[in-house]
């Protein structure tokens, strides 16, 4: 069955995008503004606090990017308004990182800008390999032009995270550690699932030795049982960490995180540009393949 399931995830991008969004919608907020607001209500009244991201990257045109940015913009005004206890979630091709980096960075600096104004903080997310010395160098550029309130992403199967965050350790900076979802060549990225979870181990120490916040961003439970036996032994209190989660994943595991005492975030994304993302979270859940045979078949 194991085999029969990444036989078809290999082949969805066959699959009709109508039978994709049917298995895709659990992990989207919807395609509105409203639909995240309305969701992040719903995890704040479970406990939950989350991070906003606006569908959408690889832009190739610059009105695309601009067009991102006004949309990302509602969203600061959305938390603000609604006293949302949320942030926002960037990628920085989205906003036209790999058209031109100073493009890219003015559009993202508006946005930080503005945040900074509400009180609010925006996360650069990362993304594969082209960009990541890109968007660091970024998340330094904001932070020596005196922008407190930009953080980053590490990856743990990428070989040069641990020398990356000993890089921007002097910003302090607060930092989202997930395993990483692009596909990339061996010798940029550990391939292994154990090796990737020891990195990712390995990663979290160090992000606690340095005094770091970080976002321990993973649905692991071996990880997140090593996160909060790694919390209890450093004596930590909840104020220097979060778990970080995807919207439609492990809702009972997030609920048992915060049980634990801890806090959580939920990444709740939105837009109507949702199938590069929707295919990504499809591929991590080879399970979803067999329900999607079975819609295809249901159709016809
Ligand atoms: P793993 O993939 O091993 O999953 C552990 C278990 O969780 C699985 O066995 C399964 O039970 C469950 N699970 C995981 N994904 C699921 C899914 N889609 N549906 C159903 N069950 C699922 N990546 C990146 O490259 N750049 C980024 O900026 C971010 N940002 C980010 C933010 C947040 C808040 C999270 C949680 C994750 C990211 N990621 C990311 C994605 C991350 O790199 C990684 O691909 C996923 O989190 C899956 O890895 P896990 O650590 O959950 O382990």
Redesign the pocket.
């Known amino acids: 069955m194991k085999a029969f399931n990444n036989l078809i995830i290999k082949t969805l991008p066959m699959v009709p995008k109508p039978i994709v969004h049917i298995f895709a919608k659990k992990?989207i907020a919807g395609p509105f503004l409203e639909d995240a607001v309305r969701n992040t209500k719903e995890l704040e009244a479970e406990g939950s606090m989350t991070?906003i991201d606006v569908l959408g990257e690889f832009v190739t045109k610059r009105e695309q990017a601009l067009h991102e940015k006004e949309e990302v913009s509602r969203v600061l005004d959305a938390i603000k308004d609604h006293n949302l206890p949320s942030y926002l979630?960037v990628k920085p091709t989205s906003l036209g990182m790999g058209i031109d980096f100073d493009f890219g960075y003015d559009n993202i600096k508006e946005l930080v800008d503005k945040a900074k104004k509400y009180g609010l903080f925006v996360r650069l997310?990362?993304?594969n390999s082209p960009y990541t010395t890109m968007t660091l160098d970024m998340f330094r550029r904001f932070r020596e032009e005196g922008y407190e309130n930009v953080g980053i992403?590490i990856?743990a199967y990428m070989r040069r995270s641990e020398e990356d965050i000993k890089s921007v350790a002097e910003y302090k900076p607060n930092i989202?550690l997930?395993?990483?979802?692009?596909k990339e060549e061996i010798d940029i990225a550990y391939q292994d699932?154990e090796e990737v979870r020891a990195n990712y181990r390995r990663l979290l120490k160090l992000i606690f030795d340095l005094d770091l916040y970080p976002?321990i961003?993973?649905?692991?439970?071996a990880?997140i049982e090593f996160a909060q036996e790694e919390i209890k032994s450093r004596g930590l209190s909840k104020d220097k960490y979060e778990f970080?989660?995807?919207l439609?994943?492990?809702d009972n595991k997030r609920r048992e995180i915060i049980a634990n005492g801890h806090r959580t975030?939920?990444?709740v994304p939105y837009g109507e540009d949702w199938y590069g993302y929707s295919t990504r979270?499809?591929k991590?859940?080879p399970d979803?393949a067999g329900h999607i045979v079975k819609a295809i078949f249901k159709m016809n």
């Open positions: 992990y991070t979630s997310d990362m993304e992403v990856q989202r997930c395993k990483g979802i692009y699932y976002g961003a993973t649905h692991d439970d990880l970080q989660m995807l439609g994943v492990k975030r939920v990444y979270r499809l991590e859940n979803m």
